[in-house]
């Protein structure tokens, strides 16, 4: 059996942090190497190869990939919603470009996989707010979103033309206490734990009642790699999974943080992340997930809140 090699791209980041340990622990720390633009985590410091990279940069990129037997690359470098928003410009070229600079490098060097993760961010007004299904109508009013639809279908074209394994979630807004966030919507989910320890209250920038499709890192981590190691047969769509954990309001988390601090207090002044809060489903539907690499998860709101609290702690 060829043993893989795996580059994750975007390794300093929330999601990149936690992925490349988790990666790290399967594979072998030498097999995957870290990557990113900014320095190393201090978490990720001494597990394993780090290497400084630009995705923009493909010829970079493609000398690296073959000087290190890479064949599998977890794409992670992106711009998330809400910074999206404040510089179009660089969030359509970051997350277009490096998404095209892997998918060729894939197809260029027969990489064994590609993972590269969308959004419910690619779901705008008209599609169903509850359950919203795998396939729908999908309008994005981001920039994020158009970006991620465009990415998925790009996926999908380098899968049936070119035949490149590439693989794809929509996660939902991911909450965790490892590595901070990178300025997406749903980060309220995450800022809220430690300011509920330290100060006691917290000012929203969503209101009470706006309900999102949340997921607790864990669960994000374990669908990725299940998803990475099922069968390709088992693959039946090549565009980006929904998958779906939970679904809460502002206030419904600060209810559930009030069980441990009592005298936590959540006050609401919404800003610009209202309108594209506003513009995403409450609850994802994730059927086809289920059925097809048995997706299942483990943490709903108050077992995620009991963790959070006593990590951060
Ligand atoms: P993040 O912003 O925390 O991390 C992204 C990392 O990419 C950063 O460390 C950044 O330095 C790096 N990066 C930026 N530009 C780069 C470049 N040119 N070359 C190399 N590295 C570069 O983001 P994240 O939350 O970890 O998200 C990772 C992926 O998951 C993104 O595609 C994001 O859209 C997707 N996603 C995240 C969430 C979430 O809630 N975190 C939800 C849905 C989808
Ligand atoms: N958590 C992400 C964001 O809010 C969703 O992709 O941007």
Request: some cysteine.
């Amino acid at each position: 059996m060829v043993k893989d090699k795996i580059l994750v791209i975007g390794a300093s980041g929330q999601i990149g942090v936690e992925l490349t340990m988790a990666l790290r622990k399967i594979y072998g720390n030498a097999n995957v190497i870290a990557s990113d633009l900014r320095e190393q985590n201090p978490l990720l410091e001494g597990t394993g190869p780090y290497v400084s990279l630009d995705v923009m940069n493909k010829e970079m990129l493609h000398v690296q990939v073959i000087r290190q037997n890479v064949t599998q690359i977890y794409l992670l470098a992106a711009i998330l919603s809400a910074t999206g928003e404040k510089n179009p410009n660089l969030a359509w070229n970051l997350n277009m470009q490096g998404l095209l600079n892997v998918l060729d490098i894939a197809r260029e060097e027969k990489l064994h996989k590609v993972y590269w993760p969308s959004s419910i961010a690619v779901f705008g007004p008209t599609s169903p707010k509850i359950n919203c299904p795998q396939q729908t109508i999908i309008e994005p009013i981001t920039v994020y979103g158009i970006s991620k639809y465009a990415g998925e279908f790009w996926c999908n074209y380098f899968n049936q033309r070119f035949g490149v394994d590439v693989r794809s979630l929509r996660y939902p807004g991911l909450i965790s206490y490892k590595s901070a966030p990178g300025g997406g919507t749903t980060d309220y989910a995450i800022e809220i734990y430690q300011q509920a320890l330290d100060e006691k209250k917290y000012e929203c920038f969503l209101n009470e009642d706006t309900y999102l499709p949340m997921m607790y890192m864990p669960d994000a981590i374990r669908a990725t790699i299940e998803l990475m190691e099922a069968p390709a047969e088992k693959i039946s769509v090549r565009t980006s999974y929904n998958i779906s954990a939970m679904s809460f309001s502002p206030k419904e988390i600060a209810g559930s943080i009030k069980q441990h601090i009592p005298e936590f207090k959540i006050s609401y002044k919404p800003d610009y992340r209202q309108t594209i809060a506003n513009s995403w489903p409450q609850s994802i539907d994730d059927v086809v997930a289920q059925k097809d690499w048995n997706w299942k998860p483990e943490y709903d709101l108050n077992k995620m809140t009991a963790d959070m609290i006593e990590n951060l702690k």
